[in-house]
């Protein structure tokens, strides 16, 4: 898990504060005006802040969420093949080997869940 913390202005705060820091976050020095523009570009405090966080936050999140969605595909398929297997198929080899295949899918997504929640955030916002 990945830790950081960012040292927020309070001028930055002040005035619609999620916003403000989501730009102070980004680098931004917005007046009220661009942080209002920055906000409808990203939808969401919380959408601007992950856009920026942690130095392509956003990015990693996007590849760990195509990485979710293919192991995930790959799972449902070996659950498929497992079920259309007789009992007889299920106890060969074949089965066992497919059946450690399964186990090593749900492991797989189990770790990008993991690394997908994995970011802590600490905001500080000074006072002074």
């Not at 059946?99 to 970011?119: F, R, Y």
Request: charged share 30%; proline share 0%.
């Amino acid at each position: 898990m990945s830790e950081s913390t960012f040292v927020v202005n309070r001028e930055f705060a002040e005035n619609d504060k999620r916003f403000r820091i989501a730009c102070s976050l980004a680098g931004i020095q917005a007046t009220k005006r661009q942080a209002s523009k920055f906000r409808r570009g990203f939808g969401s405090a919380e959408v601007a802040m992950r856009a920026f966080i942690g130095g392509g936050y956003a990015e990693k999140s996007g590849r760990l969420q195509a990485d979710m969605a293919k192991a995930t595909k790959n799972l449902n398929n070996l659950n498929e093949e497992l079920e259309g297997m007789s009992g007889d198929e299920k106890s060969s080899d074949q089965g066992a080997a497919l059946a450690e295949a399964i186990e090593s899918a749900k492991q797989k997504i189990e770790s990008l869940e993991v690394d997908l929640n994995g970011l802590k955030i600490n905001l500080k916002i000074l006072t002074s």
